[in-house]
């Protein structure tokens, strides 16, 4: 969480994608949210000019393919997630399970200092 006013949270974030192909490299896209909580779910907003990606050994090309990619699906606009598509695992680890999508399994990454 980097800052909280009123009902809006922002959030630095790292999503990062381990392929079950071997020798295969994993994807990282970075982003800043924005979250305010409702009763029956939450509202996210991405600043797509905060995204970024790495993947080891490719063409800046390419990460600006991806990287494209991962703008135009998320397109500036505010997504509703109903609470009904959030499984708390272990706390803070939950998965996502919204329709037409492989289910997410999040959680927060340690720091060295924590």
Same mark, same amino acid.
């Given at each position: ?30 982003? *800043? +949210? ?7 779910? =939450?509202?996210?907003? $991405?600043?797509?000019?905060?995204? +970024?990606?790495?993947?080891?050994? +490719? =063409? #800046?090309?390419? /990460? /600006?393919? $991806?990287?494209?990619?991962? *703008? ?6 505010? /997504? ?11 706390? #803070?680890?939950?998965?996502? *399970?919204? #329709?037409?999508? #492989?289910? +997410? ?10």
């Amino acid at each position: 969480m980097v800052a909280r006013r009123n009902n809006f949270t922002d959030f630095d974030v790292a999503v990062t994608w381990l392929p079950k192909i071997e020798n295969s490299k994993e994807l990282t896209l970075t982003f *800043r +949210a924005t979250e305010r909580s409702e009763r029956t779910g =939450q509202y996210t907003w $991405i600043d797509t000019d905060s995204m +970024a990606v790495s993947l080891a050994g +490719a =063409q #800046p090309e390419e /990460k /600006k393919l $991806i990287l494209n990619g991962f *703008r135009s699906r998320s397109d500036g606009t505010e /997504k509703f997630s109903p609470y009904t598509n959030i499984e708390i695992t272990t706390f #803070p680890s939950y998965l996502t *399970r919204n #329709p037409g999508e #492989p289910t +997410a399994y999040c959680h927060k990454e340690l720091h060295k200092d924590e």
